[in-house]
């Protein structure tokens, strides 16, 4: 009998999410219960969003949550490199098979052909997607065009006709139209893989039985299953799980509910309470308990109690189950030590210190003085969110662009968040300290407080990110129409102020050098 193997393949773009661990868990519990194996395989084939930063943060925090696997890029195993990066000439060689057996092609289209071809499309009311023109460029031509230079990608071959039929574990049968499906694009111009051929090749490299991923890969499916068929492949078994859900039911999304694990991580939910409640998601126990471990999980686990609604990812059922974990399973001296491992430690006790010791008169007044630091939302007095010269409606402006400001900021570190929040104020015409003031209120609950980008950098991004949220929750979040005015406006305000310096500079390298 084979081995079970499944994996989780993250791509390393952003926050470790919430959504990433939960069908971790779902891989991991189906591996394990199979006496099976469970890998981990970073999928960074998108290089301009992929950071390396992004990947430990995914390892740590999985790690953290008392997720293992038994192969990946930080313990090995028999089938790496299991970094996509670093598996560049498999790829490249199974896009050759590919177009050698007639099952790939190369296309020389460019992107403004390309466009003009999707544009009739769409208004011929067609499902948009490639016309399949380079198709019929013969083979011997083909070959002679790429190896005279010409940029080209190479696409798979999609049949215009038929249905694809996808046999998911939980769904059963699903059939999708081929002529839905487009020929995608398998190797990009510079030579790169795209996620489709990596996670095929990789899965069928790496042994992988089940695939369970989130449901909005389904789609994707069928070109997956076709390039199994042109390898002479046997596919692994589809499990494609419902996505977690916002309480207004729809997609999880950060502008809605926190969704990076280092956010749950930094508001104090104990690991096991977090990992426990993503396996209440769309799956219980046969007895219905909502508490249990992950043994418990992986002794109970069977797919076919998993539920196709979309489970609603919420806070308040999460934290009701946190507490219980807090008050039964964790000796009195185990909870100190989680408290401690959590904020009350000498590392950012040693980082806080210095940013009060000229303010304080007894060591007594600290606690006041600092509290925020040990707090997850803070209580914020909605009349304090004013900035001097704005009406409401343009402080809740200058908050959103805050908040688009600040998610540009790479690393979240004093230097950086100085620089962008100062520009931030020029953008907005306000004077610095006018509106420093609004963002002091929002992450500490006051006017005046420790300083301002040095908390900002010990909170860090998740907390700094909900609190800047929920003060922006008391003043009434964006409408849509208003998302659509305000980013136009920074953006307009980001282009003319990058063309005042570069104006700038043009004319101070016209004027002749004094001397
Ligand atoms: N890299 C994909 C992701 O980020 C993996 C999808 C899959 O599991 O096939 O979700």
Request: glycine letters at 6%.
């Amino acid at each position: 009998m084979t081995v079970v193997r499944t994996r989780i393949a993250p791509s390393p773009t952003g926050d470790p999410h919430v959504g990433t661990a939960y069908v971790a868990l779902f891989n991991y519990c189906f591996a394990k219960q199979h006496g099976g194996q469970f890998l981990l395989r970073i999928e960074d084939t998108d290089q301009v969003r992929s950071t390396r930063e992004s990947e430990e943060a995914i390892l740590r925090s999985l790690r953290w949550l008392g997720l293992s696997w038994d192969e990946g890029p930080d313990v090995g195993g028999p089938h790496g490199p299991y970094r996509q990066s670093e598996r560049s000439a498999i790829y490249r060689a199974h896009a050759d098979e590919l177009l050698e057996k007639g099952h790939a092609f190369r296309c020389f289209c460019d992107a403004h052909r390309l466009d003009t071809v999707r544009k009739a499309q769409i208004a011929a009311n067609q499902t948009p997607g490639y016309d399949g023109q380079c198709r019929s460029i013969p083979a011997a031509e083909s070959a002679a065009r790429a190896a005279a230079g010409e940029t080209h990608v190479v696409r798979m071959n999609v049949p215009r006709e038929g249905v694809c039929e996808i046999d998911d574990l939980l769904r059963g049968r699903v059939e999708i139209e081929w002529i839905q499906v487009d020929m995608q694009v398998l190797l990009k111009s510079d030579g790169l893989p795209t996620y489709h051929l990596a996670n095929v090749v990789d899965d069928h490299l790496m042994g992988i039985t089940h695939v369970l991923r989130g449901e909005e890969w389904i789609s994707s499916a069928p070109k997956h299953l076709l390039l199994y068929k042109y390898f002479g492949w046997e596919a692994p078994q589809l499990c494609h799980m419902p996505l977690l859900r916002n309480p207004d039911k729809s997609k999880l999304s950060k502008r809605k509910n926190p969704t990076s694990i280092v956010y749950y991580e930094r508001m104090g939910f104990l690991p096991e309470a977090l990992l426990n409640y993503l396996g209440m998601m769309a799956w219980s126990m046969p007895d219905e308990r909502e508490k249990f471990n992950l043994e418990e999980m992986v002794a109970n686990f069977d797919l076919t109690r998993v539920s196709l609604g979309g489970p609603v990812f919420d806070q308040a059922k999460l934290s009701w189950l946190n507490g219980r974990w807090i008050r039964e399973s964790l000796t009195p001296a185990q909870f100190g030590e989680r408290v401690a491992q959590w904020a009350l430690n000498q590392d950012y006790l040693a980082r806080i210190t210095p940013l009060v010791q000229g303010r304080v008169e007894r060591l007594s007044d600290l606690g006041a003085m600092t509290s925020f630091f040990f707090q997850g939302l803070i209580e914020v007095n909605a009349a304090d969110l004013t900035v001097k010269g704005l009406d409401a409606d343009g402080v809740r402006r200058a908050l959103q662009w805050s908040s688009w400001r600040m998610e540009e900021v790479t690393p979240f570190t004093r230097d950086v968040l100085d620089r962008t929040l100062r520009e931030t104020a020029e953008l907005l015409g306000l004077k610095v300290k006018d509106y420093l003031r609004v963002l002091f209120v929002a992450f500490t609950g006051r006017p005046v407080a420790t300083p301002l980008f040095e908390t900002m950098e010990l909170l860090g991004r998740d907390l700094c990110r909900a609190r800047l949220r929920h003060a922006q929750v008391l003043l009434g979040l964006m409408t849509s129409k208003e998302e659509k005015k305000w980013k136009g406006e920074l953006d307009a305000a980001v282009t003319a102020k990058a063309e005042a310096a570069a104006q700038a500079q043009a004319a101070a390298a016209a004027t002749p050098a004094e001397g």
